[in-house]
T-cell receptor, first 115, second 109 residues
């Protein structure tokens, strides 16, 4: 298995633009997590899904952020409009179905820079 | 409420010296504890979990419920151990992990 796949690996765009980050979880995993990592705040959970349904989105910073999971093999995190303070590394992770003690598997992350 | 505390943001040791990365947690139920490691510009990887009681890359961690701690230890640090280390907790009824702020370990030659 290729693991959790995120795209793009790097994104540089101007403020005000829409940004879409993509994630393909490991096949068979039923939990999917979106994290944001910054020097100042460390690793923050933004939102997570179980069986494609959002369970907890309390970590989403504001209405400019939205996440969807239309099917078990794909999720997006969208920022519209983007701002310089959104610059961070965004990680997606997934967890094995039914494995209560299983670890989360992380993708390589998307390094986002908003100019 | 559940919380994970890693009191040291930065930790430096010399090669061959013992190293201990501290992690304390608060959770009213039965916790599952993990250590994740992130090497420079790479993805987070699971290092070890308390339920496995294993040693990975020379690292061990023991869950101390009395002290609510899950410190990560290695008797002889190596330069390749330099990385960011995150302690994480999952409660028995929770689907998500709670991460600490992380400790950046630097092992000097």
């Amino acid at each position: 298995d290729a693991g959790v796949i995120q795209s793009p690996r790097h994104e540089v765009t101007e403020m005000g633009q829409e940004v879409t980050l993509r994630c393909k979880p490991i096949s068979g995993h039923d939990y999917l997590f979106w994290y944001r990592q910054t020097m100042m705040r460390g690793l923050e959970l933004l939102i997570y899904f179980n069986n494609n349904v959002p369970i907890d989105d309390s970590g989403m910073p504001e209405d400019r952020f939205s996440a969807k999971m239309p099917n078990a093999s794909f999720s997006t995190l969208k920022i519209q409009p983007s701002e310089p303070r959104d610059s961070a590394v965004y990680f997606c992770a997934s967890r094995l179905r039914g494995n209560k003690v299983g670890p989360q598997h992380f993708g390589d992350g998307t390094r986002l820079s908003i100019l | 409420a559940q919380r994970v505390t890693q009191p040291e943001k930065l930790l430096s040791v010399f090669k061959g010296a013992p190293v201990e990365l501290k992690c304390n947690y608060s959770y009213s139920g039965s916790p599952e504890l993990f250590w994740y490691v992130q090497y420079s510009r790479q993805r987070l990887q699971l290092l070890l979990r308390h339920i496995s009681r294993e040693s990975i890359k020379g690292f061990t961690a023991d869950l101390n419920k009395g002290e609510t701690s899950f410190h990560l230890k290695k008797p002889f640090a190596q330069e390749e151990d330099s990385a960011m280390y995150y302690c994480a907790l999952r409660g028995s009824t929770l689907g998500r992990l709670y991460f600490g702020r992380g400790t950046q370990l630097t092992v000097w030659p």
